[in-house]
């Protein structure tokens, strides 16, 4: 016994080709390493600033934001905020240049 062109089992399979969805596509390994590049240069960037910033009194003792309420200036005045703060900054340091000595991501990696 043949099923006609238009029974069940065609049905069935027209209906499951419509519910799929189209294959991701994936991205191009040179724009994952620029990615991976960027991020890199950005996190370094962050890190020497957020690292050296406390100790530069220009910067920390002389900002308008910390100026305006005097318990915050003083606040921000010890050195174990300071020190926190570089702490911060060498932990960002400390990320980018992990990511930067991961080997490289093939496909199939992640």
Same mark, same amino acid.
């Given at each position: ?11 069935? =399979? @027209?209906? =499951? +080709?419509?519910?799929? $969805?189209?294959?991701?596509? %994936? ?7 620029? $990615? %991976?590049? !960027? %991020? ?5 960037? *962050?890190?020497? *600033? /957020?690292?050296? @910033?406390?100790?530069?009194?220009? @910067?920390? +003792? ?14 921000? @005045?010890?050195?174990? /905020?300071?020190?926190? /703060?570089?702490?911060?900054?060498? !932990?960002? !340091?400390?990320?980018?240049?992990? $990511?930067?000595?991961?080997?490289? /991501? ?5």
């Amino acid at each position: 016994m043949q099923s006609s062109p238009g029974g069940p089992a065609a049905q069935i =399979t @027209a209906a =499951t +080709d419509q519910n799929q $969805e189209p294959a991701p596509q %994936r991205i191009p390994y040179w724009l994952q390493q620029a $990615e %991976r590049f !960027l %991020r890199v240069i950005v996190r370094l960037y *962050l890190g020497l *600033l /957020v690292c050296c @910033a406390p100790w530069y009194p220009a @910067a920390w +003792d002389n900002n308008p934001l910390f100026a305006s309420s005097p318990w915050l200036m003083a606040f921000i @005045a010890h050195g174990a /905020v300071r020190g926190v /703060v570089s702490g911060l900054g060498i !932990l960002n !340091l400390w990320i980018a240049v992990r $990511e930067a000595l991961r080997g490289p /991501v093939g496909p199939g990696k992640g």
